[in-house]
């Protein structure tokens, strides 16, 4: 077996475990790791001063979080919290390494991106209708895939939606088999049942959309998208999942006004943002630390009666204000310099770039999904080999 091949199987491995989480993720990355190395000895290394300067970001982020620990009263969370954001610094150094990935070599990583979430998806469906044959129901939201939260999930899926779409534009695949998968895809997407994924899903699909369509046909595309949007809400705020978020916004005030009888998870992560904001006003510059994010929640949580939250722990559900309560302003500045600096410096190939940035941007929104390793490494990944790339030629 030729070493490219070797390549190609560890992605692989890697985009397999990836859906199952947990150890196997962990495993499937050191494979991949492992390989990576020893392409850096059988390929070599690319001169420091080639170094993707994007790929620092991502660096200067751990590195942010590196020193909020040493102020962090809660040492042993704080080395936690590391050790779970460690892919951060890990992925961005491998592939800033890396000889720069070509064009054939980033397409067939992308291919087996899809080809990896297709038998994912199918093994997934094979696993639950099996569990229906034995139990005479079919399973939804965490029982489907209770290896893998649904908001992670999803967010995997439309990625895998968004590169189908980049696949066919640019012909690199059996148009059947990327329609198989794109319908695979949705239908899981339906199952998991996660409001954040199928909201983020139609925003991507509106995306999609006004990136293809010609310019002049953009204002009827902004009146669909419209229409789009609030077909979606008609139809959406009378299902199970939904009618929570809509009784949740109607009735905000009582939701502040009794907090000691939410239970329903939306209700839930309002209680936690509201929290999180008064953390961020006590120790607005650099934060309480990222051990100690918990902790100073859990001291409003008690102060303000929200028992449901303080008897979870709850995190705050919301990347951008985990950021802020743990490194202050000043590592949510990085966290959106991080994201948003690609939009500026990249200018080729905008549905995968912009695409990427804006699912990264919308799936933090409602989950902390930088402390757990199936949103640390994926995003951490994909982060990496998007931005490794040397963009001074035209993609394919």
Not at 74 to 88: C, H, I, Q, R
Not at 103 to 129: P, Q
Not at 166 to 173: N, V
Request: proline share 3%; net charge positive.
């Amino acid at each position: 077996m030729k070493f490219y091949q070797v390549k190609y199987l560890s992605y692989f491995l890697f985009f397999i475990g990836l859906y199952f989480a947990g150890r196997y993720c962990i495993n499937s990355l050191a494979i991949f790791v492992i390989v990576a190395i020893i392409g850096l000895f059988k390929e070599g290394i690319r001169p420091i001063k080639e170094f993707p300067k994007l790929l620092l970001l991502p660096i200067a982020f751990y590195i942010i979080h590196i020193i909020s620990s040493l102020y962090s009263s809660n040492t042993p969370e704080a080395l936690f919290d590391l050790e779970v954001k460690f892919s951060f610094l890990l992925l961005p150094i491998i592939f800033g390494l890396q000889k720069s990935i070509g064009n054939k070599e980033f397409i067939n990583i992308l291919r087996i991106y899809v080809h990896a979430t297709s038998l994912s998806m199918f093994v997934l469906l094979a696993i639950n209708i099996g569990r229906y044959l034995s139990h005479g129901r079919f399973l939804f939201y965490n029982d489907y895939s209770d290896m893998l939260h649904p908001s992670y999930l999803s967010m995997y899926l439309i990625f895998n939606i968004l590169i189908i779409v980049f696949l066919f534009i640019k012909k690199q695949e059996k148009p059947i088999y990327l329609l198989l998968s794109s319908l695979i895809s949705f239908a899981t997407l339906f199952i998991a049942e996660s409001k954040a994924g199928q909201l983020t899903a139609l925003l991507i699909i509106i995306f999609i959309a006004f990136q293809l369509i010609p310019s002049k046909f953009r204002r009827q595309a902004i009146i669909s998208s419209f229409v789009l949007v609030l077909v979606f809400g008609y139809i959406a705020k009378d299902t199970k999942r939904f009618s929570f978020f809509v009784n949740a916004m109607e009735h905000y005030s009582q939701i502040k006004a009794h907090p000691e009888k939410i239970k329903e998870s939306t209700a839930l992560r309002i209680l936690a943002w509201s929290a999180s904001i008064e953390v961020i006003k006590r120790n607005p510059i650099l934060g309480v630390g990222n051990g100690d994010i918990k902790d100073e929640l859990s001291k409003v949580y008690a102060e303000r009666d929200y028992n449901k939250p303080l008897e979870m722990h709850m995190n705050s559900h919301n990347q951008y204000l985990e950021t802020a309560v743990g490194q202050g302003l000043v590592g949510l500045a990085f966290l959106f310099l991080m994201f948003l600096a690609p939009l500026f410096i990249v200018q080729q190939n905008p549905l995968l770039v912009q695409g990427f940035i804006l699912l990264a941007l919308l799936s933090i929104l409602v989950e902390s999904m930088f402390n757990t390793q199936a949103g640390v490494i994926f995003i951490a990944f994909f982060y990496a080999l998007s931005f490794s790339r040397n963009y001074s030629h035209k993609l394919i």
